[in-house]
């Protein structure tokens, strides 16, 4: 491996969130490339490769493993398998991007630290509204004291549900909703209180529309208590129609700020004849809608993928660790396991039994009544 | 007394709530008149009457409960002073309008209720957020099924504080944020979602910024679970800056809609001068403000006064009810007991021994800890 | 005729504008009361009157204008009958209330105006944006000096076309979009500068897009020059998409504000499903939509013909006036003139040849090159 | 010169435009770098170079261009340098960067255009407004066919006065508000509506708010018509209060569009201590304020300044040219004349004798009356 020149990435994945990373690349190409691509289904990732101009593909992640060239490989695929991909991936002595949410259990991301730790590869957490350009100028006020003290942070992401199928079976996911969205919020609170430990965590879900096709919670609210006293309120959805939603705010004792990725970025627009994109997600490029632009930028994922290829060069240290990851694990564990029992969990939390986060839910006291 | 013309209304009270009620029937004067008011303190009542040109004034409600031409009492007083006042107004065979939240305690709001019904006198209820114009078209729609089933609704007011400083004084008050302000959305969803009963509460409170002065929760986020399925998430506050914030957010399997009375109805102002009003609790007039035009008539009071005084010529069906603000304190007080349990509080919950709501979190097993 | 009581109104016409009276009446009913309605197309009367509870209809206004018990009439007929109507009405001893525009004419105003002064009767424009709630407090705001001296004032109206098929018949309404929709433009920022005389118009219009069925112009940007050294752009188009559009803006050397009345007062919705009504003109309530509240109320015609009752008791002084309406009709002939040279017309100016205002734009030379 | 790697840029200026500049390939450094920097003024070149570690410093531009080094030399100087500037430049063999507007004279733009051609030279116009992403996600859907045919195009950029002195300096300048600002609306337009040729031009225009200090024009409206009968409304202001302000509007005859930079992108931010930044111009960062965030780059200079350094690689074709400039020019001339006159001037419009397009006003009949 080189240690000058664009880091060499490959990318296991071929569906939404690998598109995201390579569509990312592509936008911001002068810190890193793809040189490989490995998804299972055949036809998949040749189909990808030739879509982004990536030189080799494979069905057999553990083959392009073997590619010596490969620096870095990011995982965008199906949170059971985060855990078995990281281990391979560093056995391969390559440094691991994990999307979202870390892993199934606890136990799973504390191994994927611990042998990352001990290979002296980088484990990077793909948080990527730790890179939100408008959610970083929102800390950057805060960080200046325009707020005076934050007593309470609010992120919310909402949409009508996930792009892949997998998500719906909960074996494949390890949860809903909170799950899935939730990680993003649990993070994001977390790094916006300056990685203060979360104290507590309470969560009210439910599968009020989806019901027909999955036993995930489709929307849920999430209240975090942090040690520093502040507040964080996570709303997450699957079930919120107009397309994608993703927005903050923040309250302290001097003042408030309101951000929003998507009406609060756009151009509101009427069309008749519709056109070609307006925003993930949405239904419909026809009648009013609220379009985006550079997507991608203002979510952050090209800015997060660069800053993780020069991480692996040492000109930056990382922002969003495996560590981060690992927290918002245990905040996810909490959470459900509130929902189950139908209090505030306080933590830490450990919960060795349970396979999947969502399970402390589904088999809860509060949830069989 | 007449059975015909305005109502004739007597008013206890001279501070800010008894303001918005003498606006608010001299912008809408056609249905009833305020010819009496009430205050204690040496000259407010006078002060107060002459400003609105109203006929008499009184230091002793009592005194102006033997005016015979006087149909119904506005009670615009602490909430202490709710149960006995509306004892005192039935026994002088007056119709009772109380301001929210009804009383300190259920027991005083179970007798206030009965003592109304056995007298045939209506206990009308002070919950605006029933009259609100911009609320009541999003009910509309939903009834009018743009949003399908409803499963979410969504309900904040927020601002830096009360105006009279009985408030802080919790045996005064009662409560803080969540007592005042959470009464406005306990309301506002259990009325949204068509009087489905409340099957629980859970509250996330603290007193983050004004502990210095109060003992009171100054910010609070309460979750409802209702019978139908539904939830309702209300968040209060008398910790953010800024001025006065009132919003709502409905989502349903097929659509949702977001409604805002302040920064969503205002005119984006900028001015080096500053004016003569913004909006209630607005900090200056002076940089970027968000005035507010109509203010009264676009919360609701006048429209819910008329309502009222047309209820007492029998012209309609009372909307907001002394049942409507006993369920309401059924949730302040569950509200409160979930803060001090760190746990959701199932419906029907009795708290006998509490002499106010917020006695529940202070004395709470887990606030102690 | 009685001196005391409800106003009787007399209206002639049963399309939009008279839907948008009786209406208006219905929510504010203390004043006044609409006793009879004539419309010549033989039912419609009929049926107007039996939809709002009319007690008489007539097919010929000149009967209805022998009802002893009518002391107002208001006129929601095509612009090309105002002047005879208001011959007649006057005639017969009654109040005339006029939709905009005044006339077709300033022939036609001047004598509307000098008949009504000689028989001691009010002749009492129809423009409601000096009745807008919105609107109104911004001009509190800048009377109360927010923004120092004002320099400039915006006011935009654009919707898809109008209601009526008669208003795309020029030699019915005279002229397009800047008649149909300027008079409220132009009456507004005179009305906003404190009647301020114009000292020019210069106007940019077109057939862009409704060529196939109109001569009148659908899109219309126009310019005044007021003699206290302000400036007004008015935009009217019967050519925007995406339902109806009122907004406001106003610069001071000291501030600005921005009021809109529809997307700046909605609350914004989606809905697979639809619902019963959004706004004025919108072509649908599925997808995002800006529904409006109290449509009416907003717009302020409930307020202008409350105020107009009153003035007709003598409560109130007229805010809206025939000469009023009279200073619009100069600056429409004088903007279609512009139009027709391509340069700014000084006022006064004076046109006694063309017989509507859209003459001079259609026959004029800078239009034939 | 080296026509490998970073392109290597000399530039002109230490003031606002400059630090724009240079701030701009701070935040996108892959493909271009500032190596030298001139200014006259003694000791602002140095400190601009040691702010920005800028390798060399110079008072002479011209001792600059003989740096063999240097490939690439923008200009960010007063208007009435650029031409002898931009011969110079091209006499050393290096391409040209000319800040907006193009120039004084049309004149001296058709001579910088000549020599640039003849010496085999690029010649960019910086207009970066063809660079804004926000913009260009406008101008993608009209492209779609989103709006059809479109016949109106706004473009709309205020605040309260230029940060350099020599602005209010008609000598200097050539022109206030519409020479300034409007430069953007007008190559924006132009470019919006494919290069549709300008047919005439029309302002409004005069000197509302610092009369004191200037006899430039502080506000401007500007109507163009383009050869394909669409419509540009460009509205410019060196008087509006409260921080930048920038937006554009798009009406097609199938929909409509609505883009703001500013308040449409920020997170409105209440803040009693204030912060580091709010805008550009922003007057304040307490009270309510709209912060934006990633100002360049939501601008767009960034993404042209990359292009530039592209074109000079050959890799990408120039999208912003020294033809664009003198198209505003003529567009300047015509509208400054236009509002001498009082009417609407037709293109081809050439003015040989005045030095600088204000003259045209200032002097002009319609003005003087």
């Known amino acids: 491996m080189a240690n000058t020149g664009k880091v060499k990435i490959g990318l296991i994945g071929s569906q939404f969130q690998a598109d995201i990373h390579a569509s990312s690349l592509k936008s911001m190409p002068h810190e890193a490339e793809i040189v490989a691509v490995a998804s299972p289904t055949p036809g998949n990732a040749e189909k990808f490769a030739k879509h982004f101009g990536i030189a080799r593909a494979y069905t057999d992640y553990r083959e392009m493993l073997k590619d010596r060239e490969i620096e870095m490989v990011s995982i965008c695929a199906p949170n059971s398998l985060h855990a078995q991909m990281t281990k391979d991936i560093v056995a391969a002595g390559k440094h691991v991007i994990v999307e979202k949410p870390l892993a199934m259990t606890i136990a799973e991301g504390e191994e994927m630290i611990a042998v990352a730790k001990k290979a002296g590869v980088l484990l990077m957490y793909g948080e990527e509204l730790l890179f939100t350009p408008k959610y970083l100028k929102v800390k950057e006020m805060a960080d200046a004291g325009a707020f005076g003290k934050v007593y309470l942070v609010k992120q919310s992401e909402k949409h009508f549900g996930p792009h892949s199928d997998w998500f719906w079976d909960v074996n494949r996911s390890g949860g809903g909703a909170f799950m899935d969205l939730g990680c993003h919020g649990i993070a994001f609170c977390y790094w916006f209180l300056g990685r203060s430990p979360i104290k507590s965590v309470y969560c009210q879900m439910g599968t009020y529309v989806h019901g027909a096709k999955t036993k995930a919670d489709d929307d849920c609210l999430c209240i975090l208590e942090f040690a520093n ?21 923040v309250f302290g004792e001097a003042g408030c700020s309101y951000a929003n990725l998507h009406m609060g970025n756009a151009m509101p627009t009427y069309s008749e004849n519709g056109y070609g994109y307006a925003v993930e997600k949405a239904p419909t490029t026809k009648g009013w809608t609220y379009p985006v632009f550079e997507e991608l930028w203002n979510y952050g994922t090209p800015q997060e993928l660069n800053h993780f290829a020069r991480c692996v060069r040492g000109k930056e240290t990382l922002q969003s660790t495996g560590e981060d990851g690992l927290v918002v694990m245990h905040a996810l564990y909490a959470g459900y396991a509130s929902a189950g029992e139908g209090k505030k969990i306080s933590m830490p939390f450990s919960a060795p039994q349970a396979k999947k986060p969502i399970d402390l839910w589904l088999n809860g006291p509060a949830r069989r009544t």
């Open 229 to 249: 006293g502040a507040v964080g309120l996570i709303e997450n959805s699957w079930a919120r129609r107009g397309g994608m939603d993703d927005k903050i705010e």
